[in-house]
């Protein structure tokens, strides 16, 4: 999990605070089992995953399955927390 914030430029050459609150994100998630090894819990439903990210508060995140794009999950998902969290798909090339 990674945290950023935005800080202001220098101001009288102070450094001010903060112009928000640290935002989690989240650049490695897989959602599907789709290669040999893979736990079965990388399995993961869209309500399961909406719970998960409110539980969390990731603000951005990357699905990063192994070789494998599922394009109706990857919509489910945007959809489901797209009051919350934004969502990028990221193919995670295994050779």
């Known amino acids: 999990m990674i945290y950023?914030?935005?800080v202001d430029k220098h101001v009288n050459?102070?450094?001010s605070r903060p112009t928000q609150q640290p935002m989690k994100l989240d650049i490695h998630v897989h959602t599907r089992k789709v290669k040999s090894g893979d736990a079965e819990t990388r399995n993961i439903e869209k309500d399961k995953f909406i719970d998960i990210i409110k539980d969390t508060d990731v603000k951005i995140l990357a699905i990063t399955n192994h070789n494998h794009f599922d394009s109706n999950q990857?919509?489910?998902f945007k959809d489901g927390v797209s009051d919350i969290c934004q969502i990028c798909?990221?193919?995670n090339l295994i050779f």
């Open 89 to 91: 798909q990221v193919l």
């Open 4 to 6: 950023i914030c935005e």
């Open 74 to 76: 990857y919509e489910d």
């Open 13 to 15: 050459g102070n450094i």
